[in-house]
């Protein structure tokens, strides 16, 4: 089987975007594959918002600390292989499909007791990492949880430390209507006489992960309270900080964009201090230099590339723009999918630009851009649809101005972003269910 053909199995066999609840069939797969995900040290990371960005930081920590590091973040912008780092790069397709074909084995035996066993999309891809970093040797990973944390397939691994960064209300329908659901749910990471760092948690929800954490003997350090920092310069690409926790570390800078960035960046290494004792300043300085995330506020060959694709992430994007290019003249490529609030983000992005393009995302979830258009039409002068989003491209290439911007979709933001990097679309993109 190659690379194509695994990913084929894995989008049509595994079907993607089913969520299936309960930890009895993750469990049952590691067992037959004898436990991968006891083989290394971990940071399990959860959160509404943030928790990505936290994730890949710890990744960087562990890395530039000398520790053969791998992990597992969800989604990926441009290829699978983007969910299972390996000190600091995608994973190899060669080692990719040599523990596939482990856990594939495997899942297929369990397929056979039927639907309730056989293993969805996501719990055959977070086994799939742990079976990679198993065969790769690595001695730590950071996790991220996919969704939640409680049933979450990532919830079998016992870390040294926990993390919750954010909750607010999302995905309601399968966590909860308020606060206080969700950060039930979220806190279920939380694990016997394991540290605990949380970030800025609104009060209701606060009070449940200290009510949880108490009952599992779990101590919990607090931003602001335990640890803290402060803003030195916000500058693109190099952002800096002063670090206040069991020791003072002064002018962190961080490649990361954003003004969440500095909160991101100090509840990581809050939970690096309670990861290992032995930190080096000019190794904890290399981590953040070098933590790089895709298509998150990035500069990629003269475009500026963010997801931004729902009313909270495109206020967070605004705000950065603001914060960095506030006095530039912009152009936008936006796309969005049909089932997110177009109004409310087109009201917000469309006033920033002097053009808007709208475009289609290669997704079956965007089949109406044309209503994308006419809402545009609402918020700015200028307007065009270019459906096809290599051709908008082509045409912003050519724009006079001073930046230039694809917004509004991750799947945009991959395609293009894959287009820029390769020249072509890459066959991974065929079929990727979207």
Known sequence: MNFIEALKYLYFQRPYGKIKLGLYRIEELLNRLENPENTFKSIHVAGSNGKGSVTTFSHYLMKEHGFKTGGYISPHLSTILERFPINGNFVSKERFLESFEKVKLESEKMDKKGEEFSPSFFEFATALAFQIDKDEGVETASVEVGLGGRYDATNVIKPEVSVIVTISLEHTKI????????????????????????????????????????????????????????????????????????????????????????????????????????????NLKLAFKNAFIPGRFEMFKGFLLDGSHNPQATEKFIENLNLYFKNK??????????????????????????????????????????ETYEIAKKYCKNVLFIHEPLEALEYVDNVNVDLKIVAGSFYLVGYIRDYLNKGKISEEWKIMRR
Request: charged content about 25%.
């Open 175 to 282: 966590l909860g209507h308020t606060l206080q659901e969700i950060a039930f749910e979220k806190a279920g990471i939380i694990k016997e006489n394991t540290p605990v760092v949380i970030g800025n948690i609104p009060e209701q929800a606060k009070k449940v992960i200290y009510e949880i954490a108490e009952e599992k003997n779990a101590k919990i350090f607090e931003l602001h309270r335990d640890f803290d920092f402060e803003i030195v310069n916000y500058d693109f690409n190099k952002n800096i900080i002063n670090y206040y926790g069991e020791k003072t570390y002064k002018n962190i800078e961080i490649k990361l964009n954003g003004a969440h960035q500095p909160i991101n960046a100090a509840i990581a290494l809050k939970a690096f201090e309670l990861f290992t004792k032995n930190i080096n300043e000019e």
């Open 329 to 370: 003249s912009k152009v936008g490529i936006i796309g969005i999918l049909d089932d997110k609030d177009k109004e409310l983000i087109l009201s917000k992005l469309c006033p920033l630009f002097e053009q808007v393009i709208i475009t289609t995302p290669p997704s079956h979830r965007a089949l109406n851009s044309q």
